[in-house]
């Protein structure tokens, strides 16, 4: 079946312009993780929702990142007043109920000039 | 050889050879652990993963070693092929706490 999707896979973003950033989950999937990762590191979490609820978001850099997932399906992170340190590939993750193995999508790689 | 600080550790094998990656995690508490390749240009990609009740654990190829007292892992590649060419981390996670916490990788070459 398809697995997770995000778009759009590049982003180049002038240094204050807002941006959105969409993931699709594997479909019955009711956990969805938002991570960063920067070159040569490993993810770093951002925030995580279960169904349409946001139950930690602890990761998330500044008050300018903000997340949704409205009908518990589709999840968009935006950032707002993009700033050169938010250049990063932006990683989306779901999982089946009860189960701890996340499923990642390609990615968002976010460039701000 | 290995490299620290700002860039990747790196292993460099001959395709046939068997290849040992180690992590080292941070959370005693962390009862549960995976083993992801990552690929230029793509997304995580599970490989295997154990629980904190468990030392060993085999699948395809790979089998991920625990141990617990000095808080390593480590995931043994038999055979390695140019295709398991790609970063390696390994993540940790701990009852309760639904999100993954990821080690820096380590980046394996492998020539033909």
């Known amino acids: 079946g398809a697995g997770v999707s995000q778009s759009p896979r590049y982003k180049v973003a002038k240094r204050g312009q807002d941006v959105a950033l969409r993931c699709d989950p594997i479909?019955?999937?009711?956990?969805l993780f938002w991570y960063q990762q920067a070159l040569g590191q490993g993810p770093e979490f951002l925030t995580y929702?279960?169904?349409?609820?946001?139950?930690?978001k602890s990761g998330l850099p500044s008050d300018r990142f903000f997340a949704e997932r409205p009908e518990g399906s589709v999840s968009t992170l935006k950032i707002q007043r993009t700033q050169q340190e938010d250049s990063a590939v932006y990683l989306c993750?779901?999982?089946?109920?009860?189960?701890?193995?996340?499923?990642f999508g390609p990615g968002t790689r976010l460039t701000v000039t | 050889g290995e490299s620290v600080g700002l860039h990747l550790p790196t292993l460099s094998v001959q395709e046939g050879d068997n290849s040992i990656i180690n992590c080292a995690y941070s959370?005693?508490?962390?009862?549960?652990f995976i083993w992801y390749k990552q690929e230029s240009g793509k997304g995580p990609q599970f490989i295997i993963d154990?629980?904190?009740?468990?030392d060993k654990r085999q699948g395809q190829r790979v089998t991920v070693l625990l141990n617990k007292t000095v808080k390593h892992l480590s995931l043994q590649i038999a055979a390695t092929q140019p295709g398991d060419s790609a970063v390696y981390f390994c993540?940790?996670?701990?009852?309760?706490?639904?999100?993954?916490?990821f080690g820096k990788g380590t980046m394996l070459l492998v020539s033909p």
């Open positions: 993750a779901s999982t089946a109920t009860k189960s701890y193995e996340q499923y």
């Open positions: 479909s019955g999937h009711v956990s």
């Open positions: 929702f279960q169904n349409e609820a946001q139950l930690d």
């Open positions: 959370n005693s508490a962390s009862d549960y």
């Open positions: 154990i629980r904190s009740n468990m």
């Open positions: 993540a940790e996670n701990f009852s309760g706490y639904s999100t993954l916490t």
